[in-house]
């Protein structure tokens, strides 16, 4: 999703994120850093160069709502919550936040009535997070409602007809 390049004294560190929390923090010791992911701007220090590019589109979204006092372990977690609650592509997720006019057909405008949440208003990674749960609460009251019909067609009196 997302690719950091870490610069310190004279390590370079490549890290791949999403990763677990431990893991970014083991990889930014290996060359020197003990300065916490929860306490490293996203967008570097002085000491500490920091570069992120994004390798799909939805990792440019997450950079473009990037601000001055986020976090490297909040983009982490902004990308962890994003892969957790996009199993499955992150199409439509990425057509709540922003309809894309080049494609066919807006891929979330078929559960915008699940919603309940309305749209963050945050700025950051905190927008992401907030938008996330979004998504996941709007998907998760699609498959009720799924469930529930689909509950309601087999209780119905089968016809006896279907045999012959």
Same mark, same amino acid.
């Given at each position: 999703?997302?690719?950091?390049? !870490? &610069?310190?004294? &004279?390590? =370079? *560190?490549?890290?791949?994120?999403?990763?677990?929390?431990?893991?970014?923090?083991?990889?930014? /010791?290996?060359?020197? !850093?003990?300065?916490?992911?929860?306490? *490293?701007?996203?967008?570097? =220090?002085?000491?500490?160069?920091?570069?992120?590019?994004?390798?799909?589109?939805?990792?440019? *979204?997450?950079?473009?709502?990037? %601000?001055?006092?986020?976090?490297?372990? /909040?983009?982490?977690?902004?990308?962890?919550?994003?892969? %957790?609650?996009?199993? +499955?592509?992150? $199409? /439509? +997720?990425?057509?709540?936040?922003?309809? #894309? @006019?080049?494609?066919?057909?807006?891929?979330?405008? +078929?559960?915008?009535?699940?919603? =309940? *949440? @309305?749209?963050?208003?945050?700025? /950051?990674?905190? +927008?992401?997070?907030?938008?996330? #749960?979004?998504?996941?609460?709007?998907?998760?009251?699609?498959?009720?409602?799924?469930?529930?019909? $689909?509950?309601?067609?087999?209780?119905? @009196?089968?016809?006896?007809?279907?045999? &012959?």
């Amino acid at each position: 999703m997302i690719t950091g390049v !870490i &610069r310190y004294q &004279r390590g =370079t *560190l490549v890290v791949e994120l999403p990763c677990k929390a431990y893991e970014l923090a083991v990889h930014l /010791g290996s060359i020197g !850093i003990r300065t916490p992911a929860s306490e *490293l701007l996203a967008h570097g =220090t002085e000491q500490i160069e920091v570069k992120l590019a994004a390798n799909e589109s939805v990792g440019e *979204l997450i950079l473009s709502k990037l %601000r001055d006092s986020d976090t490297l372990s /909040g983009v982490n977690l902004a990308c962890q919550e994003v892969s %957790r609650v996009c199993p +499955f592509g992150y $199409e /439509g +997720f990425l057509d709540m936040l922003c309809a #894309r @006019p080049q494609e066919q057909y807006n891929r979330y405008a +078929f559960y915008k009535s699940y919603e =309940t *949440l @309305p749209p963050s208003m945050a700025e /950051g990674m905190k +927008f992401i997070l907030e938008e996330t #749960r979004r998504y996941r609460t709007t998907m998760e009251n699609y498959a009720l409602a799924c469930k529930a019909a $689909e509950d309601e067609e087999y209780s119905q @009196p089968e016809d006896g007809d279907w045999e &012959r």
